[in-house]
């Protein structure tokens, strides 16, 4: 162990559309939405993360709130590197340190994802001293994070339902035979939930609460067992102008949803239509795993279980099975070197 080495920390970040997750030390010690709030005057980054959410959609025209991953990859590269270099700073452990350390990262990505958009990730780490950068597909991340051993001549498949893109996988001896990904996830839940208040309701709400509609009573399907509660949404009347309150149910949403999970079973069913039989008959006997914040939509793992006729399961702390996953590889580098793309 060399001089240097002492200096190097190491850490595995989950870039995610929705929120950035960064492992220090086998801790979890950033889980924050992916939001910078930019003074328009002076071009400042005033707040991140949490901060920045809580500003969405109640902002004045010299704030403004970007949100700066697009679709799994980085659409203001400006604003993802202050954001990322912003989270890094708040590692408590980091803060305590004299001068920046050098860092030795995992970097998660979608696996749909160009060169060019591959590059643009390395170099935003590079920027932040990240010394040493590895890159890991999203759906690959997920599955060890779900505990599956991934090194073994077995079939698994893995569904991961981001905020940006679905990142369907099949994955067997450390590489993925066929995958998938589709832009069909939370974040186009949340707008087929405005959509859906706005044209059925006269009722216009924002951004965050129809996040807030998705999580209390989401549902992938009309007949639930244990359906939640109704709930009373407040926006602004579209004919009138007033601020207005509805009751809706969870059936109502589980409408608003389907043209959009219609796209992910479709999806699921196309990359088991392209997966080599040998690995099919694996997967006939594990079934599927889900993985990311969409796949806690109530009824959504019975809803594809019904469609593909296979047991559908969903990961224990399902947002966090990603970064989980990055963190054990960033703690095993030798053994999933094959893995890792440099």
Same mark, same amino acid.
């Given at each position: 162990?060399? @001089? @240097?080495? @002492?200096? #190097? ?10 929120? $950035?997750? &960064?492992?220090?030390?086998? *801790? ?30 109640? $902002? ?5 709130? &970007? %949100? ?29 340190? /004299? ?13 749909? &994802? $160009?060169? !060019? ?26 599955? =060890?994070? =779900? ?42 839940? #949340?707008?087929?939930? !405005?959509?859906?208040?706005? $044209? ?7 951004? %965050? ?11 992938? #399907?009309?007949? /639930? ?14 004919? #009138? ?17 389907? *043209? ?11 990359? /088991? ?38 047991? !559908?399961? =969903?990961?224990?702390?399902?947002? %966090?099975? !990603?970064? %989980? ?10 053994? @999933? ?6």
């Amino acid at each position: 162990m060399g @001089f @240097f080495d @002492f200096l #190097t920390e190491e850490i595995a970040i989950d870039l995610g559309t929705a929120n $950035t997750l &960064i492992i220090h030390n086998g *801790k979890v010690v950033v889980d924050s939405p992916s939001i910078v709030a930019r003074d328009r005057i002076s071009n400042k980054i005033i707040a991140v993360g949490q901060e920045a959410a809580r500003m969405q959609g109640k $902002t004045h025209e010299n704030i403004k709130t &970007i %949100r700066p991953l697009k679709d799994g990859v980085i659409a203001d590269f400006d604003a993802s590197e202050k954001m990322i270099s912003m989270f890094i700073k708040n590692i408590p452990a980091l803060k305590k340190k /004299l001068f920046p350390p050098s860092l030795r990262m995992v970097i998660c990505i979608p696996s749909g &994802i $160009t060169e !060019v958009e591959m590059r643009a990730v390395k170099e935003s780490a590079e920027r932040v001293n990240g010394k040493e950068v590895y890159l890991i597909h999203e759906p690959m991340a997920a599955a =060890i994070g =779900i505990g599956i051993d991934i090194m073994q001549p077995k079939g698994n498949m893995v569904v991961d339902i981001g905020g940006g893109t679905t990142e369907i996988a099949v994955i067997a001896l450390g590489g993925i035979v066929c995958d998938k990904s589709v832009k069909v996830a939370g974040d186009v839940f #949340t707008n087929d939930i !405005v959509y859906y208040m706005r $044209t059925q309701h006269n009722l216009y709400v924002g951004e %965050r609460t129809a996040e807030k509609i998705k999580i209390q009573i989401g549902a992938a #399907t009309e007949d /639930l067992e244990v359906p939640p509660e109704e709930m009373s949404v407040q926006g602004r009347d579209l004919l #009138t102008g007033k601020p207005k309150q509805v009751q809706i149910s969870y059936r109502e949403i589980a409408k608003a949803l389907d *043209k959009s999970i219609l796209r992910i079973e479709d999806a699921v069913m196309e990359t /088991l239509s392209q997966t080599p039989p040998e690995l099919a008959a694996d997967i006939y006997n594990t079934g599927i795993y889900l993985a990311g914040g969409g796949s806690m939509l109530r009824g959504l793992d019975k809803r594809l279980s019904q469609k593909t006729d296979l047991p !559908v399961y =969903i990961a224990e702390d399902p947002l %966090r099975a !990603v970064v %989980r996953g990055t963190g054990i590889t960033l703690k095993n580098l030798s053994k @999933f070197k094959s893995v890792l793309i440099k």
